[in-house]
């Protein structure tokens, strides 16, 4: 508690480690909140299990582990493996947020020309000019501003890695220079007139339907069978769920090697919010969302009051499991500022949403409870949506 105000002062306590920061005249009300959230975060910190049992024989996994025991993982695995004994080209395909970019990694990684560079490009953050010069150079003079001759990143990669995400996002044009580095192992930078030589090995990813970009014709059938001598698809997270605990283990690893962060345990409420939830940016945005809930806990213990899933959507699955718990709750048939035919996912949000909070008397913690989501959040849809809170 301090008479200053100013930002040092502030920013200095939090980073010594103060939990907060209240600046006179303080209400006590504001400091029993306080108080009350501290010892409720010593008590989640005492109570929650950790990720890891002291006795679990296997290692830790790394910061930049691929972890997973579903079957699929373990067939990518054997896949990694034997594709570290070939040069074969590779198309990872995959929903974004999946990793696919870690896969293609693990592949270099364990192929025998690991000390080899290992370059990523983005297809679909460069224009395609821009993109055939990064990946195949330009001689002096090719173009305005081209003063001096580059070396494209087929070049540079030596006997390396280069790996094409979002190959499905590229141009026909663009689409029949790869083609011939993939036949012929040549290609010519940008206003050369000499062909140069490539050794590295091509890995591509997409999350698009090559097959149906190949019959409208916005994709190269010969491409496509070229990129796919072998093919790895990356489940989505929703599908291996299974994996969840490791993940978060793994993540949370990672989140404190470069956050200075100490969370290393979930409590049980957050485990069941993560769980419930399905994903839609994969692994993804499952690491967002933990670095977000890291960096909001004061503790070891992240706990329910931390995650901010998704886009302020009702958890379907928590809003079943709300009903089965209560019974039916009689829904109203209007909702505050919405007309009697809106279908929107907004309005069905409100009316259930309202419906909670008359069955539980306006107890936001149970309502919180019932809904499956945080308090914080419950409030967020109070406030947007302008409901009735009973007294």
């Not at 999946?98 to 490009?121: D, L, M, Q, Y």
């Not at 540079?156 to 026909?172: M, R």
């Not at 962060?261 to 940016?281: C, F, I, K, N, S």
């Not at 009702?314 to 009903?323: C, N, P, R």
Request: aromatic share 4%; with cysteine; proline share 5%.
């Amino acid at each position: 508690m301090t008479g200053h105000e100013d930002m040092e002062s502030a920013v200095g306590a939090m980073k010594a480690g103060a939990v907060d920061y209240l600046v006179k005249p303080v209400r006590l009300e504001e400091v029993s909140a306080l108080v009350e959230r501290v010892l409720k975060e010593q008590a989640l910190n005492r109570a929650a299990p950790a990720l890891r049992d002291e006795g679990d024989p296997r290692p830790a996994p790394g910061p930049d582990a691929i972890v997973g025991r579903d079957p699929r993982m373990i067939e990518l695995y054997k896949l990694i493996g034997t594709l570290s004994r070939n040069r074969a080209t590779v198309l990872i395909r995959g929903e974004t947020g999946t990793g696919k970019e870690r896969i293609a990694r693990a592949i270099h990684a364990h192929s025998a020309h690991t000390e080899e560079p290992f370059i990523a490009v983005n297809c679909t953050a460069l224009t395609e000019s821009l993109l055939e010069s990064e990946l195949f150079g330009h001689v002096k003079g090719a173009f305005t501003g081209a003063t001096s001759g580059r070396r494209g990143y087929f070049e540079l990669a030596g006997s390396g890695t280069i790996f094409l995400d979002e190959i499905g996002d590229t141009s026909p044009e663009f689409q029949a220079k790869l083609l011939r580095v993939l036949q012929e192992r040549t290609f010519y930078p940008v206003g050369g007139e000499r062909p140069h030589t490539t050794d590295a090995r091509v890995v591509a990813a997409t999350h698009q339907p090559l097959e149906a970009l190949v019959e409208e014709g916005s994709f190269r059938e010969d491409l496509y069978f070229r990129l796919q001598v072998v093919e790895l698809t990356v489940p989505p997270l929703r599908e291996r769920m299974g994996d969840l605990h490791l993940l978060v283990e793994a993540l949370l690893a990672r989140i404190r090697s470069q956050t200075n962060t100490t969370v290393d345990r979930v409590d049980q409420e957050a485990m069941a919010l993560l769980h419930r939830y399905d994903w839609p940016g994969n692994v993804r945005e499952l690491e967002n969302a933990l670095t977000r809930g890291a960096l909001m806990a004061r503790g070891r213990t992240l706990s329910a009051d931390h995650l901010r899933l998704g886009v302020d959507r009702l958890d379907v699955d928590g809003a079943a499991s709300a009903i089965q718990r209560m019974g039916e709750p009689d829904l109203p048939e209007q909702a505050p500022g919405f007309p009697p035919d809106d279908l929107s996912l907004d309005r069905a949000i409100a009316v259930h949403v309202q419906a909670v909070l008359q069955r539980t008397d306006g107890n936001k913690s149970e309502a919180s409870r019932v809904l499956g989501i945080s308090r914080s959040r419950l409030q967020r849809y109070v406030d947007r949506f302008g409901l009735d809170v009973p007294a």
